[in-house]
């Protein structure tokens, strides 16, 4: 993965408080799918908590 996907996934793994999503040795199609799991994820715990 480049140098820049370390650093967001790191991010984005700690903010997600999923601390094993980050290997420094994933690939960079690896690692771009993990970013977007974890945005994603993100993305879901910010929203409003479902009342139904």
Known sequence: MTADQ??????????????????PSLTQSEAEARIAVLKAKLKLQDGPPHTQ
Do not use: F
Not at 10 to 23: I, M, N, P, S, V
């Open 6 to 23: 370390a650093a967001l996934l790191k991010q984005l793994a700690h903010d997600a408080y999923d601390l094993e999503a980050y290997r």
